[in-house]
């Protein structure tokens, strides 16, 4: 049986600066909390409450907690929760990845100057919440293509169009050809991050010359959702959390496996499941 890792799997550079921030702070002080969990991933989320770090959803969950420092985590968050934490006098561990902050710092100013702004991605996923809150939560939000040809665009507006670090770029690069039509009041940013890009690149090489693609990460993990996505396009494809979650019984001697795993995964889950799968 051939195994081989794509390159460009697990950790990326927003969520490993992230983890260890909050591992440094966490091991430093005690009353730490995080608004939301700190990545998606399950195993990761536990071993932080193991180490005593309290997760709430939101700023308001604060009020009758003896809180330290609150830790904002790598999707970033909205502009009214920073607002919160500085009135209340609370200590903020700002882990925002850069990318992340760059698209904000964008959404702000464009809004503050009057532009419309329209976001591609999921209006539920966090780095979107957060991103949308920095322009009063009057961002048009849209996930597809077609999504988008739903938006009236108006001759008289200018508008500012901003993506969710992990779009999948074929549908980012669909709207943008379309959005050229307006080009004269459209101000367009690409700001799919690299680091989610090369994952799908990869991913994608890897999955057409394999029998059967691994892609492991948290089941909520956007990222490693648009993985899965990507590499079943080309071939059988599993995703996991865990090594337990696979059947091992699916394996026989004459394969090629290929394996992937998203941005928010580390690396202890992924050998653990590379180094199964080499003794079977
Ligand atoms: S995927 Fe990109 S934007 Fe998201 S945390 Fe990682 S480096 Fe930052």
Redesign the pocket.
């Known amino acids: 049986m051939k195994i081989e890792l794509a390159h460009n799997a697990g950790f990326?550079?927003?969520?490993k600066r992230?983890i260890d921030m909050s591992f440094e702070v966490v091991k430093e002080q005690s009353n730490i909390c995080s608004l939301g969990p700190l990545i998606h991933n399950k195993q990761v989320v536990d071993e932080f409450k193991s180490q005593g770090l309290t997760v709430v959803d939101e700023v308001e969950d604060l009020k009758n907690l003896d809180v330290n420092k609150v830790i904002i985590r790598?999707h970033g968050s909205k502009k009214s929760d920073y607002d919160y934490l500085d009135f209340n006098d609370i200590g903020i561990v700002d882990t925002t990845?850069?990318?992340?902050k760059k698209i904000q710092n964008i959404v702000y100013n464009h809004y503050k100057n009057g532009y419309k702004i329209i976001i591609l991605g999921n209006k539920n996923h966090p780095e979107i919440i957060g991103i949308n809150g920095w322009c009063e939560n009057k961002g048009i939000v849209v996930n597809s293509e077609e999504e988008f040809k739903n938006i009236e665009i108006l001759e008289n507006e200018n508008y500012c169009f901003v993506s969710q670090?992990?779009m999948k770029l074929s549908i980012y690069n669909n709207i943008v050809n379309y959005l050229s039509e307006f080009a004269n009041h459209v101000i367009i940013f690409n700001t799919i991050?690299?680091?989610?890009k090369n994952r799908q690149e990869s991913a994608s090489l890897l999955s057409k010359k394999v029998d059967l693609m691994i892609v492991i990460g948290g089941y909520h993990s956007s990222?490693t959702q648009k993985l899965a996505k990507v590499c079943s396009e080309n071939v059988k494809t599993y995703h996991i959390e865990t090594i337990n979650d696979l059947d091992l019984s699916i394996f026989n001697k004459d394969m090629q496996i290929g394996i992937t795993a998203g941005?928010s995964t580390p690396d202890w889950i992924i050998n653990e499941v590379l180094d199964t799968l080499k003794n079977l």
């Open positions: 990326c550079f927003g969520v992230a790598s990845c850069p990318y992340v670090t992990t991050c690299k680091a989610t990222n941005a």
